[in-house]
């Protein structure tokens, strides 16, 4: 019996991934074996629009990148995720864990995050119930003292993150106060400056799969990430391969981000709830094909195998291994080990051997194609100003043309 898996895009502003995702997955044409099944894949953009509670999904998986701004989307993949759908990524966990709970929960089984304490907000609204819970419960408190159990140069930054939004870099006690006087309602981390780094690892993880991007903070947009391929040694990429991954089985994401600075020979993860992450052709560039391969990969194999979404995150045989005396390089391996599994590596690697032996050659085929151009200009178009549009369009295509050549050599 042929079948087909339908598999919805949940989108936002994004432009260029989704549309060379459509691409690739239409030139795979592919029609697998499943027992006297033969299963097919169809892509199509979900709207949003009324949505009847007990209505059946069309949906086999959803590709969704829009929970955290549409509530409307956020309540229907939650519904969709009830039904059985699997939904990248799961929508109770990035509603759940922000930031603040990452930092916990990886400082819990013992992730070298730097020295962070929260700080209750400066101001607070007026309402009646509000101020007397503030003078009951509110302890005052010594911001210098805080700040010094912290130490300088230090970072305050929303609890909840998310796009450098409200992130200040401080070097004394005065900066502190300005700091915190401007943040105004806002819950607020203090977090120590990782001193001295030579290293800042972008490690993006899609499924089990990872890239460990070189990543500059301080450059422009479209040169941040860094086509640099021997930044690290072996071990440097897998440790952070193995954060990402675990972080992402533990909080049961499939797409997310994991920021990390080395310094001493230890990379210090920053910021690793970017269950969104950027994936725009203008930032990755070189990077670019690689997400969209990944995000092609994985979901075709959750898609054909019906993966169950996970409901609950299963935390405790982590925090087994985190209350052992083992040193945190070998409780890592562990985590990863519970990561592979949550992953089914195994078989996403058979399938990918037995019915995947062409996505590679379909990429290359497709971003060294005009099509893919097109599609990079028009992203481009939506960016720049109008005398960048071709220049920039070139930079990008030509990076997304050298990743098929390097990638093609290996
Ligand atoms: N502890 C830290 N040490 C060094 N740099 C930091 C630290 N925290 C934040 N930064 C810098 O500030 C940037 C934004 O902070 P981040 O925690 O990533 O916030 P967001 O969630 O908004 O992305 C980081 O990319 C990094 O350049
Ligand atoms: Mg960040």
């Known amino acids: 019996m042929p079948q087909t898996r339908l598999i919805g895009l949940s989108l936002g502003a994004d432009h260029c991934w989704p549309a060379c995702y459509e691409a690739i997955v239409a030139k795979l044409d592919l029609a697998l074996p499943q027992g006297a099944d033969t299963v097919r894949f169809a892509v199509e953009r979900v709207k949003v629009e009324p949505f009847d509670l007990r209505a059946k999904s069309r949906y086999d998986l959803v590709l969704d990148r829009i929970t955290h701004w549409f509530p409307t989307t956020r309540e229907w993949v939650k519904k969709l995720a009830l039904d059985g759908v699997y939904v990248f990524n799961n929508p109770w966990m990035i509603q759940a864990a922000e930031k603040h709970t990452t930092y916990v929960a990886m400082m ?70 300005i700091s915190y006087n401007d943040s105004g309602s806002q819950v607020m981390h203090l977090q120590k400056a990782v001193d001295n780094w030579d290293i800042f690892v972008r490690a993006i993880g899609i499924g089990p799969q990872v890239n460990c991007v070189k990543y500059d903070p301080a450059a422009p947009l479209h040169g941040r990430y860094l086509v640099d391929r021997d930044f690290m040694d072996a071990a440097g990429w897998q440790t952070m391969s193995r954060y990402a991954r675990v972080i992402n089985a533990f909080f049961c994401w499939d797409y997310n981000s994991c920021e990390a600075l080395r310094s001493g020979g230890v990379f210090h993860p920053i910021d690793f709830a970017n269950a969104c992450p950027d994936s725009q052709v203008t930032s990755l560039h070189y990077h670019f094909p690689w997400t969209v391969r990944s995000l092609v990969a994985w979901s075709l194999f959750c898609a054909y195998t019906k993966r169950k979404p996970q409901f609950n995150p299963h935390w405790q045989p982590y925090f087994d291994i985190a209350d052992t005396d083992l040193p945190f390089e070998e409780k890592l391996q562990r985590y990863d080990a519970l990561a592979h599994t949550y992953f089914d590596v195994d078989r996403f690697e058979e399938f990918r051997a037995t019915h995947l032996g062409r996505l590679d050659e379909v990429c290359f085929e497709f971003f060294r194609s005009t099509r893919a151009k097109d599609i990079i200009r028009e992203k481009v178009a939506l960016l720049y100003p109008k005398h960048e549009i071709e220049p920039f369009t070139d930079h990008f295509d030509g990076l997304v043309k050298l990743w098929c050549k390097t990638e093609s050599e290996r």
């Open 108 to 177: 819990r089984l013992g992730f070298p995050v730097p020295e962070t304490w929260m700080v209750p907000p400066k101001t607070y609204s007026d309402d009646a119930d509000t101020q007397v819970a503030i003078r009951r419960y509110n302890t005052l408190f010594s911001l210098d003292t805080v700040g010094e159990a912290v130490g300088y140069p230090s970072f305050m930054k929303p609890y909840d993150g998310g796009a450098w939004r409200g992130v200040t870099k401080l070097d004394d006690v005065g900066a502190l106060h």
